[in-house]
């Protein structure tokens, strides 16, 4: 399985970007799936994660409320839309895949079975 990421770009304060993430094979649409993004000089870190087949969906407590997390089985893809974007968003977005369905410690990196190449996200001021 290989997972493609994309739609990052330049947008300004306030503004919205839709990312993208593109899964081969249909086994995709069972895996659960989370965002990480790594900001400059800073580790990577878990931004949201969408179960499988259970539709659970979970948020870092910064972006909530802002930030949608959704998959379309018919394109094998999952989503990050994000909204009301902050300069402190700007990072290398990536994506992730679990084979299992569903896993208790979706905010740790460890035990992703796939990721994507990342797409930048810039938030000027």
């Known amino acids: 399985v290989q997972l493609q990421a994309s739609g990052g770009g330049l947008v300004q304060a306030g503004g919205s970007l839709r990312l993208s993430c593109v899964g081969s094979?249909?086994?995709?649409?069972?895996?659960?799936v989370a965002w990480f993004r790594q900001a400059p000089g800073k580790e990577r870190a878990f931004v949201a994660y969408?179960?499988?087949?259970?539709?659970?969906?979970y948020y870092e407590d910064s972006v909530r409320g802002r930030f949608t997390i959704s998959r379309d089985n018919a394109k094998n893809t999952v989503y990050l839309q994000m909204d009301s974007l902050k300069p402190e968003d700007t990072a290398i977005y990536y994506c992730?895949?679990?084979?299992?369905?569903?896993?208790?410690?979706?905010?740790?990196?460890?035990?992703?079975?796939?990721w994507g190449q990342g797409t930048l996200v810039t938030v000027s001021s």
């Open positions: 969408r179960s499988g087949s259970a539709r659970m969906t």
């Open positions: 992730a895949g679990d084979r299992t369905s569903y896993r208790i410690n979706f905010q740790t990196e460890a035990g992703y079975d796939y």
């Open positions: 094979g249909r086994a995709f649409n069972t895996y659960g």
